[in-house]
Protein backbone atom coordinates (compact mmCIF):
# COMPACT_ATOMS: atom_id res chain seq x y z
CA UNK A 1 0.00 0.00 0.00
CA UNK A 2 0.76 3.49 -0.63
CA UNK A 3 1.24 6.49 1.65
CA UNK A 4 -1.26 8.18 -0.06
CA UNK A 5 -4.04 5.54 0.00
CA UNK A 6 -5.84 6.90 2.59
CA UNK A 7 -6.83 9.94 -0.34
CA UNK A 8 -8.44 7.42 -2.79
CA UNK A 9 -11.61 6.87 -0.37
CA UNK A 10 -12.40 10.94 -0.43
CA UNK A 11 -11.05 11.64 -4.33
CA UNK A 12 -13.76 9.31 -5.40
CA UNK A 13 -16.19 11.11 -3.39
CA UNK A 14 -15.15 14.60 -4.08
CA UNK A 15 -15.45 13.43 -8.36
CA UNK A 16 -18.75 11.63 -7.97
CA UNK A 17 -20.28 15.06 -6.02
CA UNK A 18 -18.45 17.23 -8.65
CA UNK A 19 -19.98 15.03 -11.54
CA UNK A 20 -23.22 15.13 -9.91
CA UNK A 21 -23.60 19.16 -9.16
CA UNK A 22 -21.80 19.79 -13.18
CA UNK A 23 -24.62 17.23 -14.21
CA UNK A 24 -27.44 19.30 -12.35
CA UNK A 25 -25.86 22.54 -13.56
CA UNK A 26 -26.17 21.32 -17.27
CA UNK A 27 -29.47 20.10 -17.21
CA UNK A 28 -30.81 23.29 -15.54
CA UNK A 29 -29.05 25.91 -17.92
CA UNK A 30 -30.50 23.27 -21.26
CA UNK A 31 -34.20 23.82 -19.33
CA UNK A 32 -33.97 27.57 -19.14
CA UNK A 33 -32.21 28.14 -22.64
CA UNK A 34 -34.96 25.68 -24.62
CA UNK A 35 -35.82 27.77 -27.09
CA UNK A 36 -38.68 25.27 -28.17
CA UNK A 37 -40.45 25.47 -24.09
CA UNK A 38 -42.79 28.19 -23.80
CA UNK A 39 -44.69 29.57 -20.52
CA UNK A 40 -47.96 31.27 -21.89
CA UNK A 41 -46.88 35.22 -20.47
CA UNK A 42 -48.83 37.11 -17.37
CA UNK A 43 -50.67 33.66 -17.58
CA UNK A 44 -51.85 34.19 -14.48
CA UNK A 45 -53.54 38.10 -15.00
CA UNK A 46 -54.88 36.00 -18.07
CA UNK A 47 -56.94 33.53 -15.84
CA UNK A 48 -58.01 35.99 -12.98
CA UNK A 49 -59.36 38.54 -16.70
CA UNK A 50 -61.30 35.35 -18.33
CA UNK A 51 -64.54 36.61 -18.13
CA UNK A 52 -63.43 39.82 -19.90
CA UNK A 53 -61.68 38.29 -22.52
CA UNK A 54 -64.31 35.70 -23.54
CA UNK A 55 -66.74 38.85 -23.52
CA UNK A 56 -63.95 41.00 -26.03
CA UNK A 57 -64.17 37.83 -28.02
CA UNK A 58 -68.34 38.04 -28.13
CA UNK A 59 -67.76 41.52 -29.14
CA UNK A 60 -65.29 40.56 -31.85
CA UNK A 61 -67.69 38.23 -33.17
CA UNK A 62 -70.72 40.24 -33.26
CA UNK A 63 -68.62 42.75 -34.78
CA UNK A 64 -68.38 40.77 -37.78
CA UNK A 65 -64.88 41.43 -39.26
CA UNK A 66 -62.79 38.39 -40.87
CA UNK A 67 -59.09 38.80 -40.99
CA UNK A 68 -56.84 36.66 -43.14
CA UNK A 69 -53.15 36.05 -42.58
CA UNK A 70 -50.42 35.53 -45.47
CA UNK A 71 -46.98 35.44 -44.96
CA UNK A 72 -44.50 36.25 -48.13
CA UNK A 73 -42.40 33.91 -49.50
CA UNK A 74 -38.81 33.80 -47.90
CA UNK A 75 -40.84 34.94 -44.40
CA UNK A 76 -39.23 38.56 -44.53
CA UNK A 77 -43.03 39.96 -44.39
CA UNK A 78 -46.90 39.14 -43.43
CA UNK A 79 -50.07 40.61 -44.33
CA UNK A 80 -53.29 40.82 -42.75
CA UNK A 81 -56.26 41.67 -44.80
CA UNK A 82 -59.33 42.96 -42.74
CA UNK A 83 -63.14 42.65 -43.80
CA UNK A 84 -66.13 43.58 -41.95
CA UNK A 85 -69.15 41.64 -42.72
CA UNK A 86 -70.65 42.49 -46.04
CA UNK A 87 -67.02 41.79 -47.36
CA UNK A 88 -65.75 45.43 -47.34
CA UNK A 89 -62.26 46.38 -46.04
CA UNK A 90 -61.90 47.37 -43.08
CA UNK A 91 -59.07 50.92 -43.32
CA UNK A 92 -57.98 53.10 -40.53
CA UNK A 93 -57.61 50.63 -38.04
CA UNK A 94 -54.85 50.14 -35.16
CA UNK A 95 -53.70 46.35 -35.67
CA UNK A 96 -50.97 44.89 -33.32
CA UNK A 97 -50.02 41.68 -33.38
CA UNK A 98 -48.26 39.06 -31.66
CA UNK A 99 -46.65 35.91 -33.53
CA UNK A 100 -44.58 33.08 -33.09
CA UNK A 101 -43.81 29.66 -34.49
CA UNK A 102 -45.43 27.19 -32.31
CA UNK A 103 -42.00 24.98 -32.16
CA UNK A 104 -40.21 27.99 -30.42
CA UNK A 105 -43.56 29.67 -28.19
CA UNK A 106 -40.91 31.41 -26.70
CA UNK A 107 -40.09 33.71 -29.39
CA UNK A 108 -42.61 35.62 -29.56
CA UNK A 109 -42.45 38.66 -32.04
CA UNK A 110 -44.74 41.66 -31.07
CA UNK A 111 -45.59 44.59 -34.22
CA UNK A 112 -47.37 47.22 -35.33
CA UNK A 113 -48.92 46.66 -38.32
CA UNK A 114 -48.83 49.33 -41.02
CA UNK A 115 -52.18 50.09 -42.99
CA UNK A 116 -51.87 49.79 -46.77
CA UNK A 117 -54.63 49.93 -49.42
CA UNK A 118 -57.85 48.37 -49.42
CA UNK A 119 -58.10 46.80 -45.52
CA UNK A 120 -54.46 45.24 -46.32
CA UNK A 121 -52.28 45.87 -43.31
CA UNK A 122 -48.33 44.85 -43.62
CA UNK A 123 -45.74 43.41 -40.74
CA UNK A 124 -42.00 43.53 -41.52
CA UNK A 125 -40.27 40.82 -39.50
CA UNK A 126 -38.81 37.16 -39.64
CA UNK A 127 -41.12 35.21 -40.54
CA UNK A 128 -38.63 32.48 -42.66
CA UNK A 129 -39.03 29.03 -39.90
CA UNK A 130 -41.69 27.13 -41.96
CA UNK A 131 -43.68 25.55 -40.38
CA UNK A 132 -47.36 26.36 -38.18
CA UNK A 133 -47.17 30.05 -37.08
CA UNK A 134 -49.88 31.52 -34.52
CA UNK A 135 -50.90 35.04 -35.24
CA UNK A 136 -53.02 36.81 -31.98
CA UNK A 137 -53.99 39.93 -33.63
CA UNK A 138 -55.91 43.05 -31.98
CA UNK A 139 -57.04 45.94 -34.54
CA UNK A 140 -59.17 48.71 -33.09
CA UNK A 141 -60.89 51.60 -35.01
CA UNK A 142 -62.88 53.80 -32.80
CA UNK A 143 -65.09 52.25 -30.35
CA UNK A 144 -64.84 48.91 -32.41
CA UNK A 145 -62.00 46.63 -31.04
CA UNK A 146 -61.28 43.40 -32.74
CA UNK A 147 -59.53 40.03 -31.53
CA UNK A 148 -58.47 37.48 -33.38
CA UNK A 149 -55.95 34.54 -33.20
CA UNK A 150 -54.80 33.11 -36.66
CA UNK A 151 -52.85 30.03 -37.95
CA UNK A 152 -50.87 30.48 -40.66
CA UNK A 153 -48.52 28.38 -42.39
CA UNK A 154 -44.80 29.45 -43.69
CA UNK A 155 -43.94 27.35 -46.63
CA UNK A 156 -40.22 26.37 -46.68
CA UNK A 157 -38.25 28.19 -49.43
CA UNK A 158 -37.75 27.04 -52.78
CA UNK A 159 -34.47 25.07 -53.07
CA UNK A 160 -34.33 24.53 -49.25
CA UNK A 161 -34.89 20.80 -48.62
CA UNK A 162 -35.21 19.30 -44.99
Do not use: Q
Request: proline share 4%; net charge neutral.
Amino acid sequence: MSRYSWLLGPAIVGVTVLTSLTGAVALVHHAHSDPSFAIEEDYYDKAVRWDESAAERRKSEALGWSVAVSVARGGESARIELVDRGGSPVEGAAVSVEAFHNARASDVRRVEAAPAAGGVYEMAGDFTRPGAWEFRIRAARGPDVFVAMVRANVARPEGVKR
